[in-house]
């Protein structure tokens, strides 16, 4: 009984697997592009969501350029699995803007395989939410090899994740 005590007392001290950490990310960012895309919407003002090999931030278009949203719930963030929780402004947490809709995210691949915003001027790896409150489809991927869970809209009902054993 001690050892089963002992064992399950070690186990809740661990940290979250990575496939965890991968899991409740696309759950948040879920949540996160459904406010986005409701902000966009309400104030006419169209949010950018930029993302590199560190983290990501939501961004929207102000008198310098592209400015971070003033909101707490859409302030930058790194992602989990990076092992860098500091809080940065918004080009150190997004780093270098990868060249693709593909990229490493330390162990973990994030890839934008519908919905960029390439075609716009903007980086292949960011998706605009526009001022109207129908958008084009979006499918976000976050994959690390045994999983991969997908953070998906098809423009008109709330995004959703799915989860993907390969």
């Known amino acids: 009984m001690v050892v089963g005590i002992v064992t399950a007392m070690a186990a809740l001290a661990l940290p979250p697997s990575q496939n965890a950490q991968m899991q409740r990310e696309a759950q948040r960012l879920a949540a996160l592009f459904d406010a986005a895309r409701q902000r966009a919407a309400e104030t006419g003002v169209p949010l950018a969501w930029a993302c590199g090999s560190t983290g990501y931030a939501f961004l929207q278009m102000g008198p310098r350029g592209w400015e971070p949203v003033d909101s707490d719930l859409l302030r930058p963030r790194t992602w989990p699995w990076s092992g860098d929780a ?17 990229f490493a995210a330390g162990a973990v691949t994030v890839e934008l395989r519908r919905g960029g915003s390439g075609g716009l001027g903007l980086p292949a790896s960011w998706l605009l939410f526009g001022s109207e409150p129908v958008a084009a489809p979006v499918d976000l991927s976050l994959a690390d090899g045994a999983e991969r869970d997908s ?12 989860r993907e054993t390969r």
Do not use: E, L, Y
Not at 86 to 102: E, F, I, K, L, N
Not at 152 to 160: E, K, L, N, R, T
């Open 151 to 162: 953070v998906w809209s098809d423009g008109f009902a709330p995004f959703q994740v799915s």
């Open 86 to 102: 500091r809080a940065r402004d918004w080009q150190a947490v997004v780093g270098a803007v990868p060249p693709s809709a593909a």
